[in-house]
């Protein structure tokens, strides 16, 4: 009996001491969890800044923990989504840069060229997009800037160099047949019903107020026909009464709204031809955007 309760007490004892030594380290696990948990959820929520400061106080008090990246990250990413850019540049680069070999490394290289494009700085989006694929080649991210290059190009009206960028998908890539299906709408943008400036310069020459009314612009129309009309009969008035002075002043104000009248019908072509090739795209990045599942997740590991 004896040998039973001193067996009974020393295992108490110890477990005692497991406890004391175990429990410590399960509490810090749990509550580290918890931290970067709520800071997630305020992520997800949409509340970035306080996302941000829940991540930082995760930082700070663990900073040697395996997703201490995963939360610099994040902070990162809740600027990019709460629009401040140049700050989400510089946070990205700085990721970029010491976690060069990691996922992380590449989530933040792709997503500087992404905020430029966010900003539409188009010109400088193609050339972070250009450097990730050169040193990224081998990563689905790098499709992925390849189809974000060829929506910049697009955006800068460059659709020879977005095909370009198209073409470039990897068979093996999930962004490989919407690229295809992108690659050849771009090719039927020359047979969309596009008007012709030449056309509307014409017939704005021709009939003042014609040229607008070519391109669906009807109350410019009728605006640019009667000033015209008004500001002629008014100089051949002043011309046949002899008043030579305010014939020379009208005549003036005539050529001036007569060659306003043919650019105005210039420019009515040109925005008439890009919102009908705009509303055409837009139909495509719409698709594909609801389709396309995002790569490369924001959890990381080494």
């Not at 004896?2 to 067996?7: G, I, P, T």
């Not at 198209?166 to 020359?190: F, G, I, K």
């Not at 020459?205 to 070519?214: E, M």
């Amino acid at each position: 009996m004896r040998s039973n309760y001193l067996f009974s007490f020393i295992l108490v004892i110890l477990t005692i001491l497991f406890l004391s030594v175990t429990a410590p380290g399960f509490a810090q696990e749990e509550e580290e969890k918890s931290q970067l948990g709520f800071a997630h959820h305020l992520f997800d929520k949409g509340h970035y800044y306080q996302a941000v400061t829940e991540y930082e106080r995760f930082i700070y008090f663990n900073p040697d923990h395996p997703s201490t990246p995963e939360a610099r990250l994040k902070i990162a990413f809740c600027y990019k989504r709460g629009e401040q850019y140049d700050k989400a540049i510089e946070l990205f680069r700085l990721l970029a840069d010491e976690y060069h070999d990691h996922n992380v490394g590449k989530e933040a290289a792709y997503n500087v060229g992404k905020c430029f494009l966010l900003n539409k700085d188009y010109e400088q989006a193609l050339i972070e997009f250009n450097s990730f694929v050169k040193d990224n080649p081998d990563t689905p991210l790098a499709d992925k800037a390849q189809w974000n290059s060829a929506w910049t190009a697009i955006y800068l009206e460059d659709y020879g160099a977005a095909q370009e960028h198209l073409l470039r998908v990897r068979e093996s890539s999930d962004y490989q047949q919407p690229s295809r299906e992108l690659a050849s709408a771009l090719e039927q943008l020359p047979q969309l019903p596009h008007k012709s400036p030449y056309l509307a310069g014409f017939l704005a020459a021709v009939i003042p107020g014609a040229g607008h009314l070519y391109t669906g612009k009807k109350k410019q129309a009728l605006f640019a026909f009667f000033t015209n009309a008004l500001l002629a009969f008014g100089t051949y008035e002043a011309f046949s009464n002899d008043l030579y002075t305010a014939g020379g002043f009208l005549s003036l104000f005539t050529l001036n709204y007569y060659s306003g009248n043919i650019f105005g019908a210039l420019n009515s072509t040109h925005t008439y031809n890009k919102k009908v090739t705009d509303a055409y795209l837009e139909q495509f990045r719409h698709k594909y955007e609801l389709s396309i599942k995002p790569l490369l997740g924001f959890t990381v590991h080494y």
